[in-house]
């Protein structure tokens, strides 16, 4: 089983050797979000900062929970040394059996040690860190988990979406319009000019976070699916000013309601694609009505950029399976499906049982049937392992026909990722663009015998005699 909060997991990352605890003061002020990245670009463990500039002692900032598969593992109790391609069909098989959230009582509920209400509010108690030179402020929100509900289904959604601090009451942010929690804000409430209750939740467990960051169907329960990869109920409390309920055993809570009538300033930020693609933009504006928190709460903090990051990590995990769910439900030959961190959520890579042009676009029409962040699909027979980087790099050099194996498709507007960088900014605006598959799969209709070239690897060219002998005495050759 998984962790049931931010500090059991941080508890077992000591023992993991996995977390650092940096005990001399840091300034929130861009030094916490740049020593957190540089340690990203390393491939180096989680920090825990414990003094911060400005702030009461017990006041930290948790930053790079998921920022490498070995931490993913951890997450999910498995053993830090899973291979990737196990965590991906662990996840897979865990999130196939969701478990529907506990609901308990306040006076259980860890978040509700401390509550402020109305003229108590005040964001600048909580160490919002400046993440980057050049943001547009202080961003309480980025490794975050965001509530909200359609209010005619019933509906309630996780995600996780940048929240900056305007001033001591307000947050703006910048929820895409396709995403789910900008279509219930657009689609239900601005049309009735009411504003939207929403929770901005802050040190969660690991695994509500990573369901949070995922790309997960409409009308399905983020809190059962986290349930089902923890293995156990999340324990959910409601909130002190609206009906949402979110994780109890969280470090920080902000309620708020989104205004349907105003909007304030809102960035720039350092995305996660790895580059700062927009400026100052007019965001959804948040009225804040009250904040609970843990005593000596810990904000989370993800320093977006160049990969590997706790987005590029973990975030395609879900992603990358939803879309193979998408496929099978069209029939197509699919076997497995993965993104690399260093896609940062744009570049797919597709393993399928039959290949060929026909299937290529198959998974083209089925990936863009909706909203498509992905803009480059490599397409490889079954015998190249996904998970291996360097099989995929030489499936695409010797498989894929510079003429006959590349599709390029336009991406209708409004479909495509408003934060892609090689996009121009009128793309971005109109969320347009395009999408290629490589197709690195051999054509169907070669005979394998007389066409289809063999492949020159110890598993594939040498008998099954001499592959045995060799196994048998590999230690006597002195390997």
Avoid at 35 to 62: H, Q, S
Avoid at 242 to 263: F, M, Q, S
Avoid at 268 to 296: D, L, Q
Avoid at 323 to 348: E, W
Wanted: with cysteine; hydrophobic share 40%.
């Amino acid at each position: 089983m998984g962790y049931k909060d931010l500090r059991e997991f941080i508890q077992i990352l000591e023992k993991t050797g996995d977390v650092v605890h940096v005990k001399k003061e840091v300034d929130w002020d861009e030094e916490a979000g740049a020593i957190n990245r540089r340690v990203y670009e390393m491939g180096g463990p989680a920090l825990l900062f414990e003094r911060i500039k400005d702030y009461p002692k017990g006041y930290r900032i948790f930053a790079g929970s998921l920022g490498t598969y070995r931490r993913v593992a951890i997450a999910m109790g498995l053993p830090p040394d899973t291979t990737v391609k196990e965590i991906f069909a662990e996840y897979e098989r865990r999130s196939e059996k969701p478990i529907k959230p506990a609901i308990i009582n306040k006076d259980k509920a860890p978040c509700k040690e401390n509550i402020l209400l109305g003229e108590e509010v005040d964001l600048h108690i909580l160490p919002a860190p400046m993440v980057h030179t050049g943001d547009g402020g202080r961003y309480i929100g980025t490794w975050d988990l965001v509530v909200c509900k359609d209010p005619d289904t019933g509906w309630t959604n996780w995600g996780m979406y940048r929240f900056m601090v305007y001033n001591r009451r307000y947050l703006t942010g910048f929820p895409r319009l396709n995403s789910h929690m900008g279509m219930i804000l657009h689609q239900k409430y601005m049309p009735k000019k009411e504003p939207m209750p929403m929770a901005l939740v802050i040190g969660a467990d690991p695994i509500s976070h990573l369901i949070a960051s995922a790309s997960l169907r409409k009308e399905v329960s983020e809190a059962e699916v986290a349930g089902g990869l923890l293995q156990e109920p999340i324990e959910l409390v409601r909130c002190e000013t609206n009906d949402l309920l979110v994780p109890a055993r969280a470090e920080i809570v902000i309620e708020g309601e989104v205004l349907p009538d105003k909007t304030g300033q809102e960035g720039p930020f350092g995305e996660f694609p790895g580059y700062r693609t927009e400026g100052i933009r007019m965001g959804v504006t948040c009225r804040v009505k009250a904040i609970t928190f843990r005593n000596s709460p810990i904000l989370t903090l993800i320093s977006l950029g160049v990969p590997p990051d706790d987005n590029s990590v973990a975030t395609p995990i879900a992603s990358a399976l939803a879309v193979k769910k998408v496929l099978q439900r069209h029939d197509i030959p699919v076997v497995d499906v993965y993104s690399p961190p260093h896609a940062v959520l744009h570049t797919l890579i597709v393993s399928v049982s039959r290949g060929g042009r026909e299937v290529a676009n198959q998974i083209l029409d089925a990936i863009t049937l909706r909203r498509s962040d992905w803009n480059k699909v490599f397409i490889v027979d079954d015998d190249i392992d996904i998970f291996d980087l360097g099989q995929v790099l030489h499936a695409f050099s010797v498989k894929c026909h510079p003429l006959n194996g590349v599709i390029i498709r336009k991406i209708e507007p409004g479909k495509a990722h408003a934060l892609t960088p090689c996009y121009t900014s009128e793309e971005r605006r109109t969320m347009s663009g395009g999408i290629v598959a490589l197709d690195c799969t051999w054509p169907p209709e070669w005979p394998k015998e007389t066409h289809v070239p063999t492949k020159n690897s110890f598993h594939d060219i040498y008998s099954q005699e001499i592959k045995e002998k060799v196994l048998k005495n590999w230690k006597d050759y002195g390997l």
